[in-house]
């Protein structure tokens, strides 16, 4: 199982950047997948999480109405498209999957992974 992130890079405040996750070694169309980051000296937390079936989605509070998660079955792959960006989206940012079909509020809890990427930084700064 692996999940390969890509599109990270440092972005001015204001700016935009999408993010996407290739997965490879299972079917993508049946797990809830979601982005996580982490800042230095903080917890892993859950960003955006969509579900296989209805695509149905989950935004931490931050990010509602700038970030955008999505994803191309037929491609087994999710992007994160982030719009706005703030200093405070600082991280790196890891694509997960769960191998329950979770709701996605509960997929992004970090508890919940079963495979993770192997992250990619995102830093906002002038």
């Known amino acids: 199982v692996q999940l390969v992130e890509s599109g990270g890079g440092l972005v001015q405040p204001g700016g935009s950047l999408r993010l996407s996750c290739a997965a490879s070694?299972?079917?993508?169309?049946?797990?809830?997948i979601g982005w996580f980051r982490q800042a230095p000296g903080k917890e892993r937390e859950g960003v955006a999480c969509i579900s296989s079936r209805d695509i149905s989605t989950y935004y931490t509070e931050s990010v509602k109405g700038r970030f955008t998660i999505s994803r191309d079955n037929s491609k087994n792959t999710v992007y994160l498209q982030m719009n706005s960006l703030k200093p405070e989206d600082t991280g790196v940012y890891y694509c997960a999957a769960a191998n329950v079909n979770y709701a996605p509020v509960v997929a992004c809890d970090p508890t919940r992974v079963a495979y993770w990427g192997q992250g990619t930084q995102v830093t906002v700064s002038s």
């Open positions: 070694e299972f079917t993508l169309p049946y797990y809830t």
